[in-house]
């Protein structure tokens, strides 16, 4: 983390960024912040019952200002989440009843599967065509959010578990986004290639 800026990556959860935003001298919790904020109508994403704002916080270098606090750099967040977001075409996935809320979900998963801009369309899809079928998705990363484990071994007890993060057992998406996804992510779960593949 260098000099007076907090580079915040791409696909990262709130609890990872909360590392970053305490070394780099952001004052006060990140994670209450990240809870809930009045910068942001939940409603308007179809997230009205989000637990937090795991998705929403989007990834961009941000400037550090002296006894900055985290309600700040959230807000900062928030705005930028939503300027990005406006650019993004929803009507594919609207006409696919996926409310904007599923769409960071699936964005989120994207971003950690793929970090190739070009590549990431694909995984959408195959996201998208497995939703359809009702099949389980299997991506490991919701699995290791849940335990926020990425980089260790997943156990074969955390895969048996029927938990609703566990995407092996359960067809559907997770409850909530698995990180917060940049903007190319977001385009591709948004608009996904047209293709009928089933793996990636």
């Known amino acids: 983390v260098g000099g007076d ?16 935003v305490a070394t780099a001298g952001v004052e006060g919790d990140y994670l209450a912040a990240t809870k809930s904020s009045k910068s942001i109508d939940l409603k308007k994403y179809g997230a009205e019952g989000a637990p937090n704002l795991e998705g929403f916080l989007f990834p961009a ?24 977001f406006k650019k993004v075409d929803l009507s594919y996935a609207k006409n696919k009843n996926l409310t904007p809320y599923d769409v960071l979900i699936i964005a989120s998963m994207v971003q950690r599967e793929v970090q190739v801009p070009k590549e990431m369309p694909l ?51 997770p409850p909530t986004p698995i990180g917060n996804p940049g903007l190319d992510a977001i385009d591709a779960a948004a608009n996904p290639a047209k293709v009928s593949y089933l793996f990636y």
């Open 123 to 173: 995984v959408a899809a195959v996201i998208y065509n497995r939703l359809s079928r009702g099949e389980p998705l299997g991506i490991d990363a919701t699995t290791r959010y849940e335990y926020n484990n990425w980089t260790d071994e997943i156990t074969q007890a955390q895969l048996d578990k029927d938990t609703p993060y566990n995407t092996r057992l359960n067809a559907g998406l």
């Open 5 to 20: 800026e907090l580079v915040l990556i791409e696909g990262e959860s709130r609890v990872e960024y909360a590392d970053d």
């Open 61 to 84: 270098t941000y400037p550090v200002r002296p006894n900055e606090a985290v309600e700040q750099l959230v807000s900062e967040q928030l705005l930028a989440f939503e300027q990005n």
